[in-house]
């Protein structure tokens, strides 16, 4: 059974740091790897979409990298703004989605 | 383009009672599929579905009713309500389904549902 793990659960940076969040999976057998972004009391938007035969993917101040074979994924946030913080769950595709628990970032002015 | 809409926003019911969590979506998305939310645990996936009159389990189907009639509409009915089912549901859809490199997923807004 696929397992996704976020480390760390939640992270508190001031404005302007760079920053790393960490996604692994048990499963190498993917389809793809997913990043999303959730608000309080909001859905889920998409941030970043890598597809198993690629090894990252980049929009904006975001950048998202693939390791399948180690199972692990890291989305880097440039320059991070207060309003970044949010919620950021990774999920991976195969048979169904598998959702980590989500790293609770807060970016402080 | 509305995307992924859900109805309704909030709901609280009582212990045995049903209804039905309703989901639409407009971009002709082929696959749908339902998650629960709570805290902690990340999103769980209910049922999907990947067509019109196809719907399979997910990791969390029971107590919960799936049929998918139109491509654009996918509802979760609660068949009697129990406090464990107080979450937040989220519909989801994608244009090919997981079994594919390139779809992205794209979410509704969430239904908030508290069972007392």
């Known amino acids: 059974k696929q397992e996704v793990t976020q480390i760390p659960a939640a992270l508190s940076v001031p404005e302007g740091e760079n920053l790393v969040l960490n996604c692994s999976f048990t499963?190498?057998?993917?389809?793809?790897l997913q990043w999303f972004r959730q608000d309080p009391g909001k859905g889920l938007t998409s941030l970043l979409l890598?597809?198993?035969?690629?090894r990252e993917q980049t929009s904006g101040r975001l950048n998202a990298s693939l390791d399948k074979s180690s199972g692990r994924s890291t989305l880097y946030i440039a320059a991070s703004q207060p309003g970044d913080s949010a919620t950021y769950l990774c999920a991976v595709g195969y048979n169904d989605m598998r959702f980590g628990a989500g790293t609770r970032l807060t970016v402080k002015p | 383009n509305a995307g992924v809409t859900q109805t309704p926003k909030f709901q609280v019911l009582k212990t045995g009672q049903s209804m039905t969590l309703q989901c639409a979506q407009d971009m002709n998305h082929e696959y749908m599929s339902w998650y629960r939310q709570d805290p902690g645990m990340g999103l769980r996936l209910i049922h999907y579905s990947v067509g019109a009159g196809i719907t399979d389990q997910g990791e969390v189907p029971n107590g919960y009713n799936v049929s998918r009639s139109t491509t654009e509409d996918f509802p979760l009915r609660l068949l009697s309500a129990a406090p464990s089912q107080t979450s937040v549901y989220f519909c989801?859809?994608?244009?090919?389904?997981?079994?594919?490199?390139?779809?992205?997923?794209?979410f509704g807004q969430g239904t908030r549902l508290t069972v007392v």
């Open positions: 989801a859809s994608s244009p090919f389904g997981t079994r594919a490199m390139n779809t992205e997923a794209f």
């Open positions: 499963d190498s057998a993917i389809y793809n």
């Open positions: 890598i597809q198993s035969s690629q």
